[in-house]
């Protein structure tokens, strides 16, 4: 068992950045591959971003490509997301997950067996 928490968002302006943090709790949760989603009202989730078990492998989903980077931390069990040049488009509840399936790449929410309750992200002027 895993659990996840993030923090971290916010309500910023066009162009601001954001860096969102998953902290994770568990006594295997170093070992567990991490993912980011958003979800905006009316829509499905999203894939944002995913990082390896190890963080040295990382993917940027193509909503996102470009403005964001994902990196983690396991000695402090933590994995964060860094936004720039963030949009309105941009705004949604952000969720980090994480998946007992190590060295693949996983963006599908289905592959992930544990949730964060996630955190709200608004882009307005």
């Known amino acids: 068992q895993v659990q996840l928490e993030e923090s971290g968002g916010g309500l910023v302006q066009p162009g601001d950045s954001l860096r969102l943090s998953c902290a994770a709790s568990?006594?295997?949760?170093?070992?567990?591959?991490m993912g980011w989603f958003r979800q905006a009202p009316g829509k499905e989730r999203e894939f944002v971003a995913w990082?390896?078990?190890?963080?040295?492998?990382?993917y940027i989903g193509d909503s996102m490509k470009g403005r964001i980077t994902v990196s983690r931390d396991n000695a402090e069990n933590r994995v964060s997301l860094e936004m720039n040049s963030l949009e309105p488009e941009d705004t949604a509840v952000y969720y980090c997950?994480?998946?007992?399936?190590?060295?693949?790449?996983?963006?599908?929410?289905?592959?992930?067996?544990?949730w964060g309750q996630g955190t709200q992200v608004t882009v307005s002027s």
């Open positions: 568990g006594r295997t949760s170093r070992s567990y591959t």
């Open positions: 990082t390896s078990w190890s963080g040295r492998g990382t």
């Open positions: 997950a994480a998946s007992a399936v190590r060295d693949r790449l996983l963006v599908r929410p289905e592959e992930y067996a544990y």
